[in-house]
């Protein structure tokens, strides 16, 4: 893919779901340098989103938009269908789809409930394919790509406690490849799995305990956690790799080399 810094009317379009902050942002961000417009999703973290957005414009105008919305509204199809109409109007086009928006909560076996189940597959897997399926038209017009962010936990090695988390992150594993064969040659679609880049805040209900923090940082052969900038740096070498489909890159300091089950 070529991008013309000059013509910014004509500058490649990229939307990343969930792009608020933390990964997404980082995504957004070296895609917006790189002379992308970009189309930043989010649900609660609007506040968050507008303040990206508008410091991107300041960059370039009319170069980053937000569009909010929960990724329930797939259950619905009218819903699907006026989201996805307003995720073609906002630039006219759609060159790069990231999946990154996610829910991330241990399920321990005996406290699940269907309201987990729902959550969990909503956003890790079952919102991935659908809004693919619903922008695969304008992905061919453009010839673009889907790029879908898993876990390492979602291959082989499950994480402990993380049950439904694990299924559904090895659903969407199964749909990047299954989309891959699928959407070819018009659309390309890989996938990176992530080790421990960025922890879950501490305030929030995603928060790890203590001892899990531990038990992940002395898994890691490169004895660190990754950074954002790791992962939006795969995204952008993705997006611009045309031979490239149906592949899963990791990205996770070496850690799935050394862990066993939940067992760090
Ligand atoms: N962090 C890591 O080290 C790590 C490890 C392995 C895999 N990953 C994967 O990498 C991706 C990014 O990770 P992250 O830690 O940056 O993600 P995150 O902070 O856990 O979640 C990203 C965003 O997802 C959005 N989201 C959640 N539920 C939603 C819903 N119902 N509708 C719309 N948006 C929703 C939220 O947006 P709002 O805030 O706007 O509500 C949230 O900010 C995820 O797919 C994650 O599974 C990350």
Redesign the pocket.
């Known amino acids: 893919m070529t991008i013309n810094l000059a013509k910014s009317t004509t500058a490649p379009v990229m939307l990343v ?2 792009a ?5 942002a980082a995504i957004v961000f070296a895609a917006h340098h790189q002379g992308y417009r970009v189309i930043i999703h ?4 609007e506040k968050e989103a507008l303040t990206l957005a508008k410091k991107l414009n300041t960059k370039r105008d009319n170069s980053a938009e937000v569009i909010t ?4 509204l797939v259950n619905c199809p009218k819903q699907l269908e006026e989201f996805t109409q307003a995720i073609i109007t906002t630039f006219g086009r759609i060159d790069v789809l990231v999946h ?5 909560y241990p399920t321990a076996v005996g406290d699940i409930k269907l309201q987990h189940w729902d959550e969990l597959m ?3 897997a079952k919102a991935p394919l659908l809004l693919s399926q619903a922008l695969r038209p304008e992905l061919e017009k453009s010839r673009g790509c889907i790029i879908s ?1 898993l ?1 390492i936990h979602g291959l082989q090695q499950p994480f402990l406690g993380y049950t439904v988390y694990n299924m559904a992150k090895a659903a969407h594993n199964m749909m990047v490849k299954s989309l891959a064969l699928e959407l070819a040659p018009s659309v390309r679609v890989s996938g990176i799995a ?7 805040e501490d305030d929030s209900d ?1 928060a790890l305990s203590d001892r899990q923090k531990r038990q992940i940082l002395s898994s890691i052969p490169m004895q660190r956690l990754g950074v954002p900038e790791d992962v939006a740096d795969c995204v952008l070498y993705l997006a611009k790799s045309g031979y490239i489909t149906g592949e899963i890159i990791t990205i996770d300091g070496g850690r799935s080399l050394t862990i066993a089950g939940g067992l760090a």
């Not at 919305?69 to 329930?72: E, V």
């Not at 992530?194 to 879950?200: D, F, S």
């Open positions: 779901t969930g608020a902050k933390r990964i997404g989010c649900h609660q973290s919305a929960d990724l329930g990154n928006a996610s829910r991330f909503l956003t890790n962010l876990d992530l080790g421990a880049n960025i922890l879950p995603q």
